[in-house]
């Protein structure tokens, strides 16, 4: 297991990826995005997986304008149900193990604790609904591979809730931001290096990859809300603008968002001896990455 292809490699995962790869000089990594392979062409994957030999595969790829997705299903559909489709195809016949990204967004029950990953899903809108496909694809009969879902995603790369906050912050006076949402935030680089982790964990030997197959949970530990998000990065900058608590019924959107998506983490730690930071120090490293800290 020493040849590793990322695809969504310019995503936030993905580039924590790219930073992260440095530490693990075993491994042979193939960072790639759609200009070098398209995952939704079959014919495609098959031949980089066979020309570059892969063993594991880390699907960083995913259609992830939620709202969007509502009126670009077909193109949605394409990369979060096709590709995992294609890439857990290549997979099971060179025997290399998939990882897949996956998302909260598939529960969107009205459970009001932790979730765990034996919940029934019941995603709501196009978005949701071809993740939950997509994962089911990763994990379809004769395939070695995981699922890992996270929630509210963010790093110092690309577009996210803490680089729009920042930057509205100083832009304005006041804000309006939802507190109704609970769930914990996820520093991208924490969700990389667990992933690397466990790809590390399965190089050694030390864990058996059927034994590890199947859905798990992870995010950074703790639980708030998006509008104590928002303070906690305008406290951390002292960044001075007055935040108004919302409903989200005061802030319709495309897409439902969950209501409440905190991610019981238990199996993912207690499966690879995982020690995950809080949100807190999530953000934090993050914000110092950015180079953002009052």
């Not at 490699?9 to 440095?22: D, F, P, S, T, Y």
């Not at 998939?98 to 196009?126: A, F, M, W």
């Not at 089911?136 to 890992?148: N, Q, Y």
């Not at 982790?197 to 059927?210: C, F, H, K, P, T």
Request: proline share 4%.
């Amino acid at each position: 297991m020493k040849n590793i292809l990322v695809t969504g490699a310019n995503g936030q995962v993905g580039q924590e990826l790219q930073q992260l790869a440095g530490q693990h000089p075993d491994f042979q990594f193939s960072f790639t995005d759609v200009a070098e392979l398209d995952i939704t062409d079959a014919d495609a994957v098959n031949s980089f997986f066979q020309q570059e030999e892969i063993d594991v595969c880390l699907n960083c790829a995913a259609y992830t304008a939620v709202d969007k997705a509502e009126s670009e299903e077909a193109l949605a559909r394409k990369i979060n149900v096709d590709g995992p489709m294609h890439l857990a195809a290549a997979c099971q016949q060179r025997g290399a193990f998939l990882l897949q990204l996956s998302t909260d967004y598939v529960y969107h029950n009205d459970c009001n604790r932790p979730l765990i990953e034996s919940d029934p899903t019941q995603p709501k809108g196009v978005y949701a609904q071809t993740k939950l496909e997509g994962d089911l694809a990763a994990l379809a009969e004769g395939t070695s591979a995981m699922v890992i879902r996270t929630s509210w995603v963010y790093s110092s790369f690309g577009h996210n809730f803490v680089k729009t906050m920042l930057r509205l912050g100083r832009e304005r006076d006041g804000l309006r931001v939802i507190f109704d949402q609970v769930g914990t935030p996820t520093y991208a680089r924490d969700l990389a290096t667990a992933m690397l982790q466990i790809v590390q964990q399965l190089a050694d030997g030390s864990l058996n990859r059927e034994d590890v197959s199947g859905v798990y949970h992870y995010s950074n530990e703790g639980v708030t809300s998006w509008y104590d998000f928002a303070h906690a990065i305008f406290d951390t900058c002292q960044i001075d603008c007055e935040l108004t608590p919302i409903e989200t019924k005061d802030y319709p959107t495309p897409a439902s968002r969950p209501a409440y998506s905190l991610l019981n983490k238990a199996k993912i730690k207690e499966s690879f001896g995982l020690s995950i930071p809080h949100w807190r120090e999530g953000l934090e490293a993050c914000l110092e990455a950015l180079g953002e800290r009052g």
